[in-house]
């Protein structure tokens, strides 16, 4: 608002924050240069955004609200380069989905727009400028320390990839070449933030500030992932769907510490009702006895939590209608656009239709009937794990038939082990790309583990 | 030679070579297709050719004589991020002497060069489609493969850079991108082309050949290094120079093994007298007591020289005369080329001049006279170490002045460690790429050792 002065600026900017690097950046952007600060945020665009994404939206609408000018980077290349498990096309059309959505949110809570700019990565990832950024930076990074920065963000695995060395040096890259004052993130990318800080000014570029956003726990207690979708609520699923994922959200009586509603209405709820409300109070509202509680503040909704005035089951309910009443400007978006319903299904494509049972024919081109004693007698598959072929013969499911991929994924989730062991063999048997090799390996490994625990 | 046929260019081809990876691909290309090998061979463009290179120039002769389409890829991108130690323009000069120079010796061993090409590594290495491929192969590559790849060729440092990570992957996929059947290399190079044949087919390449010359001794005894110039025979040294070095030359009396002047014979001296004489036959001569002893093979010069028929004297007076019929076109084509000249210059810039004694008076900027209490008092420098500055306070240096640089080597090489341990501060002070702030550190920690070792 054109209202705020800059000290309310940034106290509105840095608020509900973990941790700022370089407040005198800021500071001396919005005090002294007295021009908006640019900021930005980077998401890959692999998974459907669900309402963990709520938490970071807030502090978008913080910033616009603070003037900020925000770009939001969406690393279409990071998410393919991440195990290349979707093609760049299909990466590119999330990175849009994803367009869609962060808009339809920000606008469901309220927030004007205009200064909100979206940046595929593709878009300059590739550029020589860009390049000779990277090879120079990885010039005077050492490997310890990028595997350092990358340690809490890049999956830690038993053979970790090149890529993921390289992912923290495009991470502090971007910001000069986004041309910010500042990156926002979840503390999580701390030990990023602190590379770009130690690096960038040997390149001949400035230090940028970093906003960080504490590890907010997800609504079904634990992180919330994108790739389960039994773990997550989609921006889009059903009124009737959030009431039913709420209903078995972990929500432990008297407990706040790592409560992931209570952290939900923390970071949300409260925030988002106060950006909305004209005298600048928040109201969080619960119903207990047919009476209504209104709460101004966090604090006062957890000592009565604690003191167990208000339990799990009215604290639910009242998260569940304020969420719906967030969800539902997005749902209606959703419902009213013909692009926004394209670019979902081109970003998501339904998996191909489960083989009906005719386990006597032959099908297609008798390549799976080759490996039908290896992968056959299951039950059709329930996910789809799209498959990543090298070029080679194509794999079944590159045809649009249930393959050996499907079939691990299902023994996998059943903890069959043995069934797991023979879809790998035939996996490896038609020819598979080595990193999707490898991550079926590490999966079956842990599958394994478990196995052997379970027996001991 | 259009007369060789397809199996006596395949023995020329891999003749004196320690190993081939993938045989079969050449014999597919020359005996199947029935058409030329394409083979590529790197330099990265930083110090200068010395004589050393006539070992893998033996090789090209071989490959061009065998008809092969040969690419020497000048690898100024690569020698740009070997610790950022010379800017993008120097090295691109230095490509372009290489070129000068690599034509002449050519020239000089009497090969004809119309099917060698010259390609510089900035020319596609910046490009989006090799950039991508980077990207993708990092991305199926480990670190553990990466490092592991580079252990022989990359420098091993106790804080190793992520950047000697990437430079296998580009190595590997520099065979994509020039379009070749085949790479030639030292063995050092045989972990790198391992990971080409492993990793390569996994973004829809195909395999490529290996040919792997063995590693060959220096001249001077050890590794022939061109950063310093006394353990090394310029390819543009005087006459009377290549016979002073050449006397001082390692060479045991009866040691062929690790005998760098009976190694010179067998993998320069007589491959290429082979090529130059009509009847095919080798003929390398030495003079003893008045009488010319013509050696035909290696294997005899050795059995003399075992049994002290033949001395390490005569040996070098064979050997420098020899290697002197070789140079003496090339120092002819350099004193007839403007252009030659031209670009020496250009690429080995002389160093500044040094101060002539004036201490009394302030210099420049009076940058230098603030630092006065830490750098002075030492004589004037002898080498100069090019400083890498980054963006920033200019250094002495960078203005024409002798600086700290110049006298951290100073001191490094007179071994006066408090010298250096002050110099290192002054060059800490006026601000100095990382990397080389590294690098001198090391060189302190070296020279510290030293000391220590010294005095217990």
Known sequence: MASLTPKEKIALITRNLQEVLGEDIIADVIEKQNRPLKIYWGTATTGRPHCGYFVPMTKLAHFLRAGCEVTILLADLHAFLDNMKAPIELVQHRAKYYEFLVKSVLKSIGVSIDKLRFVFGSSYQKSEAYIMDIFRLSSIVTE????????????????????GLIYPLMQALDEEHLGV????????QRKIFTLAVENLPSLGYKTR????????????????????PNSKIDLLDSAADVEKKLKKAVCAPK??????????????????????????KARFVIEKDGQEIVYETIEKLKEDYIADTIGPKELKVATTLALNKLLDPIREEYANSPEFKEIEKLAYPPPPAPEKKKKEKKIGTGYVAKKKGEVDGQAAPTTVDLPVAAPGPSTPAAQGLPGPYLRFTEAIQNGKVSAARDALKAIERIGVAPAKLRELKGQLSDLEGIDRAGRE
Not at 153 to 163: D, E
Not at 181 to 188: E, I, L, S, T
């Open 144 to 163: 310890h320390d990028a595997k350092k920065a990358g340690a809490e963000v890049v999956k830690q695995v038993a053979s970790p990839l090149l890529s």
């Open 181 to 188: 004052d500042a990156q926002f993130g979840g503390v999580d």
């Open 209 to 228: 500030a970093h906003l960080m956003n504490p590890m907010v726990p997800g609504l079904a207690g634990g992180k919330m992932s994108a790739s389960d």
């Open 255 to 280: 407990e706040v510490e790592g409560n992931g509603v209570i952290a939900f209405v923390e970071y949300v709820l409260i925030p988002i009702s106060e950006l909305g409300a004209e005298d600048g």
